[in-house]
């Protein structure tokens, strides 16, 4: 057996981490447990945790669900076999996940900047604030300044 084979086997997550790393609520663990969505904790009381299998049990019902399948669909696919036919279906017709800041940048004025682009620093975004307010006048304001 291989070393990282090992060590996967070997992970353990308390529910909160297997929340955070499979972006759910807690309660949404325990709900696919009680549905049949993923298998329990192993473990009993205090010592229960949850493995690497069970993080990508929850990532694949999340695929499955974004895909537009409904839990019953999903709680199904084992049963019908057709468990790598909808999890393909759910790779092709998942939309990409990209992380974006957002920055204000004078009032009506936002500026979205993906996570892998660098940011310049802060006073050239200073800069770009202050131009932004000069130059772009919400409509509002327009119509003020033409009555006085």
Excluded: F
Excluded at 33 to 47: C, D, F, K, M, T
Aim: aromatic fraction near 4%; charged fraction near 25%; charge should be positive.
């Amino acid at each position: 057996m291989s070393h990282s084979a090992s060590v996967e086997t070997d992970t353990r997550y308390a529910i909160g981490d297997l929340a955070r790393l499979a972006g759910v609520s807690r309660r949404t663990v325990r709900y696919y447990v009680q549905e049949g969505l993923i298998p329990a904790p192993l473990g009993v009381g205090r010592g229960n945790h949850y493995t690497r299998a069970h993080l990508n049990e929850i990532l694949r019902v999340r695929t499955l669900q974004e895909a537009g399948r409904t839990l019953d669909e999903i709680r199904q696919a084992p049963a019908d076999g057709n468990k790598a036919a909808l999890r393909e279906r759910a790779t092709v017709t998942a939309p990409e996940r990209t992380l974006w800041r957002r920055l204000s940048l004078s009032p009506g004025v936002e500026i979205h900047i993906a996570s892998h682009v660098r940011l310049p620093p802060p006073s050239r975004l200073q800069e770009l604030a202050d131009w932004c307010r000069q130059h772009l006048i919400p409509s509002d304001e327009e119509g003020k300044a033409g009555s006085e």
